[in-house]
């Protein structure tokens, strides 16, 4: 069973996206994490991620409110080190396709050891070093 996963950023703004159609989907998955014994964690840009979304959407304050819960959400907010830095400029090299952002989450799980990544993100599927699953698809292993 898998006790650790980081959460990328998605899965918090879907969770506050009443007109998302996996809303719902997100919101089991976070109500199920109660009765596991799952240790969540996501890092430091998943928060800059979420405030830089809800300022291009002009809801700061929402962005802002989100950020909170999700550092409340997780048992530690993992931050962008120098191991996490080294990690991300050889997945970098590896994984020359792929967003940026993905690989810099990519490498804070890897760092950390964390081989789940929960995310509606299908560029993460790539990655073969770790396990990318939906919160749908978490449900079903749990």
Not at 94 to 113: C, F, G, P, Q, Y
């Amino acid at each position: 069973m898998m006790n650790s996963i980081y959460i990328d950023t998605n899965i918090f703004l879907d969770l506050f996206d009443k007109s998302s159609s996996s809303s719902s989907s997100t919101r089991s998955f976070f109500e199920s994490l109660h009765s596991h014994s799952i240790e969540r964690y996501t890092s430091a840009e998943t928060i800059q991620e979420i405030v830089y979304v809800a300022k291009k959407r002009n809801q700061l304050k929402k962005g802002i409110k989100i950020a909170e819960i999700a550092i409340k959400m997780v048992r530690e907010l993992l931050p962008i080190s120098k191991a996490v830095i080294e990690q991300y400029l050889l997945d970098s090299l590896i994984h020359t396709s792929s967003d940026s952002r993905d690989v810099i989450h990519l490498s804070a799980a890897k760092a950390n050891e964390i081989k789940t990544i929960i995310t509606y993100d299908k560029g993460f599927k790539k990655f073969k070093e770790i396990r990318a699953l939906t919160p749908a698809e978490f449900l079903a292993l749990v």
